[in-house]
């Protein structure tokens, strides 16, 4: 039965300098593999590599209906933002300053 894995990894386009990355896997190391997949390098990712929480599908609308998306939420002034679908092709590297990968770009 596939989970929810929520990461969270260092982003240089979000205020907090952190960001939390979801994807639908049936294993942590499935999870892990699919965000090296969208970019991301290992320093990147915090906890180790390891999850920061899994939770069931059936409450993450973002992703119920496609299992094969990358949602990403970043830290702001007013606390977390909203979950978001990253978009395909579209790189998680945090060398990618700027890019608006979020529609946001750094103040």
Avoid: T
């Avoid at 990253?86 to 990618?96: C, E, P």
């Avoid at 300053?97 to 946001?104: A, I, K, P």
């Amino acid at each position: 039965m596939a989970d929810v894995y929520v990461f969270e990894i260092e982003d240089i386009d979000s205020d907090w300098w952190v960001s939390e990355v979801a994807v639908v896997a049936e294993s942590r190391q499935e999870a892990y593999r699919r965000l090296r997949d969208a970019g991301l390098h290992k320093k990147q990712v915090g906890n180790a590599g390891r999850p920061v929480r899994v939770e069931a599908v059936g409450g993450w609308a973002l992703l119920a209906d496609d299992s094969g998306a990358v949602v990403q939420r970043q830290g702001d002034c007013d606390g977390w933002g909203p979950w978001e679908r990253v978009g395909a092709g579209v790189s998680l590297d945090w060398r990618g300053s700027g890019e608006g990968r979020l529609g946001r770009s750094r103040r």
